[in-house]
């Protein structure tokens, strides 16, 4: 029979000290806490047994848990005894009627053990239930002979399957001597813990200790090379070779946490006291930020950790504005030596709690970590700048250029580059009127090319949510504060004999189509536009589909629409089965790029450029050539 794991949750409330601690917690406080117990075994298959089909009789368990752990420290008051404190203890026992001295700082990781050192001696006693029992993390502690004192930060699979972690804040000061951690899960016991089996943690986890007052500050990055981790400090390539293996490390600058000074219109701060920024990888270059000022965008060579290349970003903004860029950067690798990097100012982002001394940036809530005017006023409290440079590799190594800067944007909502379109897609507020946008800006320019107007109420912040657009080329979701999922779709393609009907656009897709691609299929001359691919149900045996067009130019004359046929080639559609016209109907001589057009096709249902196989289903794949 399988092997089974329950779990019943405890809950009591708690004072401890935590004497001779370098910050506020030396101070008597209480806390509210959650106790996990998890018990392992085999149901008792006897049927005669009482217990029949039970790993554990919860209500033994209950009355062990209760006894030893929850009435023992609820509503008590936990010190370390030290032979130094013996009066001071007294007081307290006199003051405090439920007092536990024990011989350990009485941090959660060293209760967590001795509360399952104590579970298992009564659980075990006379072999009634002679199963593993352990409270949640009480036996990786136990087992890997550590504590990891912060929550965690980021995890990420690498390309063997290996589990990376992170621990560390959004700030860590190095002279605050926070510390923080990284290292992984192995593949062999996440696929164990995946089939039900047991796992020997202390043989399966393996950790990379930092220097105090070094931790990670964002995400891991995870490439064929292995892992990258940008901390406060550094960046590091990791491996897993039964333990953490460091191939490289690189320093990088930063001038510390940045804050908003006084009569700044933001009243917050950057998030991270380093980089922040969660390292972006190529085949062959790690991209990321430091925290200078101005900030710069640093390529690192993937293989030796060698500095390539850097350049001062988003630095023509206006005099006194502050920047930190603490998202992960947009790269993209055309392929031929050209690496693309959208970056975008964070600052105004991080609350004024990070810099207290006693803040615990590892704790990932709003308030802990985000500026409260930003969350209740939006955008505004956000300093502006996107900008996109290009790295080149050159004979003599690489360059960096700036391509183009947007002083007048500020987003949040980590914004998302479409290849298939070429548009980047954002979620930004009007600085005007306080309406928040999706956005789509040119990746070759930068230039807006369409806003679409969603709410001007506050919880339409999506504060930091990640977007996501879809593969298709015409699908773009947003998260909101009001917990809602927003998609926008554009309505491209529609019918004009019967404007009625609407096309369903999950079957309408619009993707680039390469110059090779478009001249390997059979197309003739140089590919205009989008390839088009639509499928419509219930059509008539001919049946006119208008696609909308914007970014062609020329003489109208000189294009060709190309359409596939079911034997995967592009042929020319016939002039007589299609034209370019306006909105309003007009045939063009001249076509302009800023002018949005329709391109009209006739097609018939089982005909030459029908895909579909369906009986009254027509699936068409067209594309402009000049």
């Known amino acids: 029979m399988s092997r089974i794991r329950v779990t019943k949750e405890f809950s009591f409330e708690m004072a401890h000290m935590l004497e001779g601690y370098d910050g506020p917690c030396s101070e ?23 217990k029949y089909g039970m790993v554990i009789d919860f209500g033994v368990l209950k009355r062990i848990v ?26 307290l026992a006199a003051r405090f009627g439920k007092l536990q001295a024990v011989e350990f700082q009485p941090t959660c990781e060293n209760l967590v053990t001795r509360f399952a050192e104590t579970i298992a001696a009564e659980l075990f006693e006379g072999k009634t239930y002679p199963w593993e029992v352990l409270p949640e993390i009480g036996e990786f502690i136990i087992k890997l002979g550590k504590t990891l004192d912060q929550n965690l930060l980021s995890v990420v699979f690498d390309y063997e399957g290996n589990l990376w972690f992170a621990t560390g804040g959004f700030r860590i000061y190095p002279d605050r001597k926070q510390q923080g951690t990284f290292g992984y899960v192995s593949r062999a016991a996440i696929d164990k813990i995946l089939n039900g089996e047991d796992v020997d943690l202390s043989d399966a986890v393996f950790v990379y200790e930092l220097e105090p007052g070094e931790g990670a500050e964002n995400g891991i990055a995870a490439s064929k090379e292995g892992a990258v981790i940008l901390t406060n400090l550094k960046c590091y390539l990791l491996q897993a070779d039964n333990g953490v293996k460091k191939v490289w490390e690189t320093s990088y600058k930063s001038v510390g946490a940045k804050e908003s000074k006084e009569g700044d219109e933001t009243t917050g701060g950057g998030l991270a006291w380093g980089g922040g920024c969660s390292p972006s990888l190529t085949k062959d270059l790690v991209m990321f930020t430091d925290n ?12 030796t950790g060698e500095q390539v290349a850097s350049m001062p970003v988003i630095d023509e903004l206006p005099e006194g504005t502050q920047v930190s860029v603490e998202n992960s950067a947009i790269v993209y690798d055309d392929g031929e030596g050209t690496v693309s990097t959208i970056v975008c100012n964070w600052f105004g982002a991080g609350s004024a709690k990070l810099g207290e001394a006693d803040n615990d940036s590892s704790i990932q809530s709003y308030e802990n970590i985000y500026d409260v005017g930003w969350l209740r006023q939006g955008n505004k409290m956000i300093a502006p700048g996107i900008e996109r440079v290009d790295t080149v590799k050159t004979e003599d190594g690489y360059e960096m250029k700036s391509i183009w800067c947007r002083s007048d944007l500020s987003d949040t909502s980590m914004m998302k580059l479409s290849t298939a379109t070429g548009y980047i897609y954002g979620y ?54 009001y917990l809602e999922l927003l998609r926008l779709q554009d309505r491209f393609v529609y019918l004009p004999e019967m404007p009625y009907r609407k096309v369903d656009l999950d079957q309408a897709m619009r993707n680039v189509l390469s110059q090779e691609k478009f001249a390997a ?30 970014g062609i130019s020329g003489e109208t004359g000189s294009l060709k629409l190309y359409a596939y046929g079911t034997d995967g080639t592009l042929k020319e559609v016939p002039e007589e089965k299609w034209h370019i016209q306006t909105e309003d109907g007009e045939t063009p001589d001249m076509l302009t790029e800023d002018i949005l057009y329709e391109v009209h096709m006739t097609v018939e249902d089982g005909g030459d450029f029908d895909l579909s196989e369906t009986e009254k289903e027509i699936k068409i794949s067209a594309v402009l050539g000049a």
């Not at 008051?77 to 013996?86: K, M, Q, S």
């Not at 946008?437 to 107007?453: K, P, R, S, V």
């Not at 140089?526 to 914007?550: C, F, Q, S, Y």
Request: hydrophobic share 35%; charged share 20%.
């Open 521 to 550: 299929d059979g197309g003739q001359g140089d590919v205009e536009g989008w390839l088009n691919t639509i499928t419509i149900e219930n059509v008539h045996p001919n049946t006119t589909v208008a696609i909308r067009m914007k």
């Open 292 to 303: 200078q000022d101005p900030v710069n965008l640093i390529a690192v060579d993937m293989k």
């Open 428 to 481: 930004v507020q009007d600085m005007e009127t306080g309406m928040w946008q999706y956005i789509m800006l040119d990746f070759e320019t930068g230039e807006t090319a369409f806003t679409m107007d969603i709410s001007d109420k506050p919880g339409y912040n999506n504060m930091a949510i990640g977007m996501y657009a879809g593969n298709s080329g015409n699908s773009l979701y947003c998260p909101t504060g």
């Open 66 to 91: 209760g006894g030893r752990i929850v009435d023992v420290y609820d509503h008590s008051l936990v010190v370390r005894r030290t032979a130094d404190n013996g009066e001071l203890i007294r007081t």
């Open 28 to 50: 008597i406080h209480g806390h509210s806490y959650r106790l996990f117990v998890t018990v392992a075994g085999t149901p008792c298959s006897d049927p005669q047994n009482p």
